[in-house]
């Protein structure tokens, strides 16, 4: 039931994200807030709870040639080939611009084999600056046995990323939802996962009736937008009915604050808005500042207040 703004609740909108403290539970989701120069005439980057990068690589990437990113009803269907400068090329170009104005970073990382996860997670994850690691598993990057959505080898991967990236440093791993979610979800957290990001959006395929060619320069592509946001919440409630105690970051169609409070029902501690960026750079706070109002209105203090309240109260096992 919706309730008229309240003025005599304040809300604090502070969150505790594994020991990470953000002054808002929206970040931006990897690679849609682009280096952070692109946000910045926009948005107060201290703002952000916190700005995630495009995934690294450990070699740099030209990535896909246009067209990229193309329009569908409710969203749009990308592929950008993973673009992105490398691992030595951000740390010497994009860190240090972020870390001079203090932008709570999470380092988005994605590789072929476990060498390179644990290379990417030794330099990104000491390097000065970082916030966090976040260990992309959505198979957009490589094939092979760590892409598979196997609970063993995905628990692998975080293994070894878990052992390099120093104490301290939360390790976010991103996960597919698809059939083996949840026993991927379990195996990252037995492996050293901290939070885990859930959300990504489904692959697409779309084609131009006149040229009668796929609209994506590199075919398929990753379907986002307000389309995905449903399967986004479906994904977190199935998480967070399995790992109550794991902090959950919904991605998948955040463009308001009623989006993001969907999401902290389902079960997550925190969002990430991405393709809202390409028509409102400073959708983040906008959606902070919504979903103030939203817990507002229904007499809810924190974010903390609305984690999995949309789920059944459970009745207990029977006698």
């Known amino acids: 039931m919706n309730h008229p703004a309240r003025d005599d609740v304040s809300v604090d909108l502070t969150t505790d994200l594994a020991g990470l403290a953000l002054p808002t539970p929206v970040l931006t989701a990897a690679g849609c807030g682009g280096t952070g120069r692109e946000l910045e005439p926009f948005v107060d980057l201290d703002r952000l709870g916190a700005f995630t990068t495009r995934?690294?690589?450990?070699?740099?990437?030209?990535?896909?040639?246009?067209?990229?990113?193309?329009?569908?009803?409710?969203?749009?269907?990308?592929d950008t080939g993973g673009q992105n400068p490398g691992l030595q090329g951000f740390l010497a170009a994009e860190l240090p611009w972020l870390a001079q104005r203090r932008v709570r970073t999470v380092v988005s990382v994605a590789g072929h084999t476990l060498a390179d996860y644990a290379e990417l997670a030794r330099h990104a994850g000491s390097a000065?600056?970082?916030?966090?690691?976040?260990?992309?598993?959505?198979g957009r990057y490589a094939g092979g046995p760590v892409h598979d959505l196997d609970g063993y080898a995905a628990g692998k991967v975080v293994h070894v990323v878990r052992r390099e990236v120093p104490r301290g440093v939360p390790v976010l791993v991103k996960l597919t939802p698809g059939s083996h979610l949840v026993s991927v979800a379990r195996a990252a957290v037995k492996d050293g996962a901290d939070v885990l990001v859930v959300g990504h959006g489904p692959a697409g395929l779309a084609f131009d009736a006149d040229t009668l060619r796929p609209v994506l320069a590199g075919d398929r592509g990753t379907l986002s937008g307000p389309a995905v946001l449903p399967l986004a919440?479906?994904?977190?409630?199935?998480?967070?009915?399995?790992?109550?105690?794991?902090?959950?970051?919904?991605?998948?169609?955040?463009?308001?604050?009623?989006?993001?409070?969907q999401l902290l029902l389902a079960g997550a501690t925190a969002v990430a808005v991405g393709t809202a960026l390409v028509a409102d750079p400073g959708s983040p706070t906008r959606v902070a500042d919504e979903l103030a109002a939203a817990l507002a209105r229904h007499d809810l203090s924190h974010p903390s207040d609305a984690v999995g309240l949309g789920h059944p109260t459970p009745q207990g096992d029977p006698a």
């Open 55 to 78: 995934t690294l690589t450990l070699d740099r990437r030209a990535g896909t040639p246009a067209p990229r990113l193309v329009p569908t009803p409710g969203g749009v269907l990308s």
């Open 128 to 138: 000065p600056g970082v916030s966090a690691v976040e260990v992309d598993l959505s």
């Open 233 to 261: 919440v479906r994904a977190v409630a199935d998480v967070h009915q399995a790992l109550p105690d794991v902090p959950l970051v919904g991605a998948g169609g955040v463009r308001s604050g009623a989006d993001a409070l």
